[in-house]
């Protein structure tokens, strides 16, 4: 459960956010205009079974069972909210996202391979197909991965 102890807490929480999100949108930026082959997201069955039970001990408080009905206001993990916030970008910049900043209570707290199945999770959820390559937790290979449709 997300707990503030006060409004200072959250806007601080805000901060580090908003700072979080602009290295990991300038990374993402920079290694598009450096150019190279992208590809669509990879990632397995297996990885996305992984990443759901991460989701439902991690995620699903806040973000809901349905990933858009949670009960502590956590944005929507699926649909047009997701396409609009993520669905132009490449796999790095959601990987990253998540592993810097969630769980909000804790960010940063689970281990690089459960934020990979975590994000194969949320890719599936939002129907890109599995594969027969898992998703690796490093960001240059993630580069390289997008989420244009």
């Not at 908003?18 to 993402?28: F, K, N, Q």
């Not at 699903?60 to 944005?75: K, P, W």
């Not at 949320?122 to 594969?131: T, W």
Request: with cysteine; aromatic share 8%.
């Amino acid at each position: 459960m997300l707990m503030w102890k006060s409004p200072a807490g959250l806007c601080k929480a805000v901060r580090h956010a908003a700072a979080a999100l602009s290295l990991i949108t300038a990374g993402t930026l920079q290694a598009f205009a450096q150019g190279g082959a992208q590809r669509p997201p990879a990632f397995t069955q297996e990885q996305v079974e992984r990443g759901k039970s991460i989701y439902q001990k991690n995620c699903q408080e806040c973000h809901g069972s349905t990933l858009d009905n949670g009960e502590f206001g956590g944005a929507p993990l699926k649909g047009s909210y997701f396409r609009q916030h993520w669905g132009s970008g490449d796999v790095s910049a959601l990987f990253g996202y998540v592993n810097a900043l969630m769980p909000a209570d804790r960010p940063g707290q689970l281990t690089p391979q459960a934020y990979a199945d975590l994000t194969a999770f949320l890719l599936s959820s939002n129907g890109y197909a599995a594969g027969t390559e898992e998703l690796t937790p490093d960001p240059d290979a993630q580069r390289k991965m997008t989420m244009k449709r």
